[in-house]
């Protein structure tokens, strides 16, 4: 799988939007681009996922770069709930191997009262 | 409401006595992984199940086994816990559908294992 690379850690004020960036340079056209989130004493939560176009959930809201070298993880009002480690992590569902996810370091989100 | 289940959440076990940690889902899906996540570290892959088909990592040590009996459950048994096992064993599940199908992991709250 292709690899990304996220800041080590950011920081945010409560009920305001938080972009955590992801770059992906080295994507292949097939990679889908997952986000997982893993709060304090719990295992990962899935987040989002998008392959080319921008995409909306209950959770968060992914805007994909053009050449899809880079993503944005967008949460559009922090809330304490929401700090956590925040993975970016790139899926090819067509190769073999069952798409277990490889973990990079992600990133440390801490939101501030 | 259908989940991934981790018995027990805390497991303490001396220096190379066996210790066998569980997971059942409830979600009737054909992919069970374990993970291994050490102190400030992200989850690494140790091994998975499609259905009965057993894949291990390459770099997983021998020391680290696994079973699973049918569908619902799934074991991680450390032959000889060494103090570097220490550490938080996640299980995930995922259905595995036709090549080309998005598959959302779940994942349990993990098993935190001390090795005295």
């Known amino acids: 799988d292709a690899k990304t690379t996220q800041p080590n850690s950011m920081e945010s004020n409560e009920e305001e939007p938080v972009h955590l960036p992801c770059n992906h340079s080295?994507?292949?056209?097939?990679?889908?681009i997952h986000w997982y989130r893993q709060l304090p004493s719990q295992g990962p939560e899935y987040v989002i996922h998008?392959?080319?176009s921008n995409v909306n959930n209950r959770m968060a809201s992914l805007a994909i770069a053009e050449d899809r070298k880079s993503s944005t993880l967008i949460l559009h009002r922090a809330t304490l709930r929401d700090a956590a480690v925040y993975y970016c992590?790139?899926?090819?569902?067509?190769?073999?191997?069952?798409?277990?996810?490889?973990f990079g370091k992600g990133t440390r989100l801490s939101v501030i009262a | 409401d259908a989940m991934v289940i981790q018995n027990p959440r805390y497991q303490v076990t001396q220096f190379g006595k066996p210790v066998t940690l569980s997971c059942s889902q409830t979600?009737?899906?054909?992919?069970m992984y374990w993970y291994q996540q050490k102190s400030s570290q992200a989850p690494k892959l140790l091994f998975h199940?499609?259905?009965?088909?057993?894949?291990n990592e390459a770099d997983t040590p021998d020391n680290f086994q696994s079973r699973r009996p049918n569908t619902s459950f799934c074991f991680l048994d450390i032959r000889s816990p060494g103090l570097g096992d220490a550490a938080m064993y996640l299980c995930?599940?995922?259905?595995?559908?036709?090549?080309?199908?998005?598959?959302?992991?779940?994942f349990g709250p993990g098993t935190r294992l001390t090795v005295l």
């Open positions: 998008g392959l080319t």
């Open positions: 199940y499609y259905d009965k088909d057993f894949n």
């Open positions: 080295t994507i292949s056209g097939t990679d889908y």
């Open positions: 979600l009737n899906h054909n992919v």
């Open positions: 992590i790139l899926i090819n569902p067509w190769s073999s191997g069952n798409t277990p996810l490889v």
């Open positions: 995930a599940t995922s259905n595995l559908g036709t090549s080309g199908t998005f598959n959302e992991q779940f």
